[in-house]
């Protein structure tokens, strides 16, 4: 997802993370699991930890948890601020808040770092206790299972005791779909918005070429490089073409178009940044390698291509057969890296199975992205899908 | 456009370049300008090559020519075989030959490599005579106007007193447009196929990606490299990600889908290739860097961003304004590099301006190479395009 499609923040002066809706200050927690964990490859870690943030409060029933799922490049702080000089709120901070479409005066929403990610949670860029190196490519193939499995035991390290939704965009979506098939007890509802069941020849295909442009920077050095260090160029690149996909051939005209810098006419014989389009992307790049790990890219791209539910289940029917929960899957017309057919596919496939489903189709020009958006409309849908028969009718006060 | 779109082989059994309707043995040839050249950026060159290939003979009025123009990975090779041993005739040889739809029975067919590229033209690569090196980014820069000029004084070379027609694909539409443009006299039928007169944000986007994996590259420095060395990552990245804009994922799907190698069970937890469509692309960027220049590839993608028609002459309207040759504008349904609407916007605007122009539209899964395929659709609109109320009723003995 991009870095930039979250809510625009209000003018300076304002106090930001004092703004009505927003859950404010927030701080993230450590869940450390200090058990042996194997993975769906058969590789084991001694324990791990998941970064994490809540907002909200478990109910005296423990089921009023909703469960938030990030996408590749994403974090566990979807909502609030971490300080009042933060440029930017959590990345889902449109629809998680106070009287929001996700309310945390109602529900205890959840948040976690995926098993794998590089943003506190363990993964490839961690100490390996035995080396005192990062693990780099020794650390353990981490599946979309593996991810769901680490997120079930934070939410059984903090009580919940039935999600009463779990909810992702894009890997989100995935998770959110399988936190359905493994855990049918425990899930009452799934969300799952510009997702598949499996990615295309041409989604992998784009994996592929960023992957290829990370591992092929000699500085990746087969997976083994210091902290501040490692195949950045190679970063950039991946995440500069994957930002094509994120978005919509129109969104990108309507934003930039063929302007051109104001520097431009000097540029127009060499090979400088000369559309603004190529500075877009270049700060698109830039601002990924600041923050994110080279390995952990490799892993969790790979991950999302090995994701294939029909294949693993026999069928996509096959794979539903379990789940007991609701489920509402949202595609987005302009979604051309997780089209909008292969979201109705998956409700398809749940009716067909016998399951509670229902296909959302939202009409917008933004991409894959969509699900980032200010949008009225979806955040009515999430409210009513979350809100429908609900039983939590006291209100917390923040 | 790919390597491998091109008319399939025969058996190896039968000689490939003997086979009915193809030109047979063609050998390429140099022509040289001694003149000075001025480039639209104000540059200039003592002289330049262009490395071109003829099929057909010359008619007595001269004027039975038409002209190939190629894309950006293109070349002067369009149709025959260079030796009995190549493995794949020129990259047009299922649409030109005697008896195809471009009959060289009928018309003197000329290509040439553009000025600027590196398969025998003038351009980055080659040596600079002051210098004695390769002149890198000291190369002036070309425009579509550069190439198209530069091929102008090939055909007065050649003799050619009027072009029957210029017919292009991709970057070769944009140069047939554009000969409609500047040489209104001498251009009787343009025939521009999956094309446009501008590329839209998404496709600078891509073409700015490919740049930066080559410039980024270490071994760009700065575009003076040996002949045999150069970015080679960076130009197998550029064109790994360059190709997927090719095809479709319809195409893909079709082809590879999720298939994997048979090699994948050892590579499902690692890094290395698991899917075929993982191992295509690689061989797609490893055979790309053996026969094409990192700098052509810089040069000539800033030519295609930098066509903009409508810039260039207030309006498509205007520029289509001089415009003397019937035009004939095809576009392909899963084109989405240069959508179908871009395509029909141009005959459009040539309708608007009063010129004879039409619009054929083939629905095809391949995307934007599909203006390569072996189509009987594609071949009879080429053919009753040529052939319409033209006068050369002989046939030249081949």
Not at 41 to 55: D, I, N, V, W
Not at 189 to 196: G, P, S
Not at 362 to 387: I, K, N, P, Q
Request: proline residues 6%; contains cysteine.
């Amino acid at each position: 997802m991009t870095d930039d499609v979250a809510v625009a923040a209000p003018p300076d002066s304002a106090p930001r993370h004092l703004a009505p809706g927003d859950v404010g200050l927030v701080a993230p927690r450590d869940f450390v699991y200090t058990q042996p964990f194997a993975f769906k490859s058969g590789q084991t870690l001694p324990g791990f930890t998941l970064r994490y943030e809540t907002y909200g409060q478990l109910n005296a029933t423990r089921d009023n948890a909703v469960l938030i799922c990030h996408a590749l490049s994403g974090d566990h702080h979807c909502a609030g601020w971490h300080s009042p000089a933060d440029k930017k709120p959590g990345w889902w901070n449109n629809l998680i808040g106070p009287g929001k479409a996700v309310d945390t005066r109602r529900f205890f929403v959840v948040c976690a770092n995926v098993l794998g990610g590089c943003q506190g949670s363990t993964g490839p860029s961690s100490l390996d206790p035995e080396t005192g190196r990062p693990y780099g490519v020794t650390f353990p193939f981490a599946t979309i299972r593996d991810m769901v499995r680490a997120q079930k035991l934070l939410l059984d390290h903090l009580g919940v005791s039935q999600l009463h939704c779990v909810i992702g965009g894009s890997m989100g979506g995935m998770q959110a779909l399988l936190f359905g098939i493994k855990y049918p007890q425990f899930v009452r509802r799934v969300l799952a918005m510009a997702t598949t069941a499996r990615e295309s020849a041409q989604a992998i295909a784009f994996n592929e070429v960023g992957r290829q442009a990370i591992m092929q920077d000699p500085a990746w050095n087969a997976g083994d490089y210091p902290k501040d260090g490692g195949p950045r160029v190679g970063l950039a690149i991946a995440r500069m073409m994957a930002h094509i996909t994120y978005v919509s051939d129109a969104s990108m005209d309507r934003k930039f178009g063929r302007r051109k810098k104001e520097t431009a006419s000097s540029a127009a014989y060499n090979f400088d940044i000369q559309f603004e389009v190529e500075s877009y992307l270049r700060h698109q790049g830039q601002s990924f390698i600041n923050r994110f790990d080279a390995n952990s890219y490799l892993y969790i791209t790979r991950a999302l291509d090995q994701f294939d539910l029909a294949q693993t289940y026999g069928s996509l029917e096959a794979a539903f057969a379990p789940v007991e929960a609701e489920t509402l899957v949202v595609g987005f017309t302009s979604d051309w890296l997780f089209p909008p057919e292969q979201n109705r596919d998956l409700a398809l496939a749940m009716l067909r199975a016998g399951k509670r489903a229902s296909y959302a189709e939202l009409a917008t020009d933004l991409g894959h992205d969509s699900f980032l958006l200010e949008s009225e409309e979806l955040y009515a849908l999430v409210r009513g899908f979350l809100e429908r028969d609900q039983p939590y009718t006291f209100d917390f006060a923040i």
